[in-house]
């Protein structure tokens, strides 16, 4: 199998494009197994982990029994609580590693009462002091992260948001804004129109295109939210083999989507609004 290409983000660290969610399906669920299934054999070498999703330990269990160098699997988690240091410190002994590769703040929700400016200086300082590589932030509106640049030192390396053609309408001007400050996306519930909101207006439209290209519509939906986000990380998930094989395939095998076929599915998308996860996105 062909090995998935990286992201390079601003501050230089190389990300697999795309990596194996442990919340949603695998939330509060024991994790162990299906991380061991998703590195061993389908080559899942990005994990996405999260303090809410309750399952850290499981997830240390698994890379501590597959074995592998540290340095082979990437690892993110994300803090769950007003206080990252706290967080992150409860994180790593769970997770059982002195430091990640890439923290994030979950949602600006969970700092308000510590600020946005005072929480990203105490990521920083958690930066270097080498517990986590890289820093970051999820669910941040374009206003959350003026607040943050206001103070930072270090510019956010991402910011993890939920993408698929049904926000897009509402998520366009933050992935333009994201993108002229050098912020990457990870893009999170990339399959929500196919397996949240079926039936819509964007399955015909993803359907043709994946006749063309002789891919799964599954696939299509992936390189989509790769593409719309000028080349982000995109997360998704399966307990099952073979659709983690398959969600590989959309990144090592299948051609990219055409410009007109990318827009294609925008125009459809902005059809409907159908948002899944942190509604705050939309105040
Ligand atoms: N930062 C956040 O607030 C946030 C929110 C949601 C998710 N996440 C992260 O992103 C990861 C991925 O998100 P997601 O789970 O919404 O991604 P997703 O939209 O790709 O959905 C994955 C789900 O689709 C199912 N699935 C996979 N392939 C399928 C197929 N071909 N046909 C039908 N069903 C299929 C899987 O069983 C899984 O339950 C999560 O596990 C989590 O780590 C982060
Ligand atoms: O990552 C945000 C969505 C999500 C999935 N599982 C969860 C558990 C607790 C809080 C949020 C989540």
Redesign the pocket.
Known sequence: MANLSNVKLNDGLQVPVL?Y??????YQKEAKDSVKMAYSEAHMHHI???EM?ANEESVGQAIKELGVKRDDVFLTT?CGSADPRKSLEKSLKLLGVDQVDLY?I??PELVKETGLGKSWQIMEELQKEGKTKSIGV??YRVSDLEEVLKVAKVVPSVN?I?V?PYVYSKAQSLLDFCHSKGIHIES?????T???APGGPVDPVVKNIAQELGA?E?QVLLKWAHQITHGGIV??????KE?LE??IKAFTEIKDLSDEQVQAIAEAGKQKLHR???QHMDS
């Open positions: 990596g969610g442990t919340g949603t399906a695998l996405d982990c999260a999703y994300k994030l979950h949602s999820s669910n993890q939920e698929h999170y519930g990339p399959l929500s196919l397996i949240r799964t599954g997360l998704t998930t399966s307990s099952k659709r398959e969600q899944v996860f942190m």
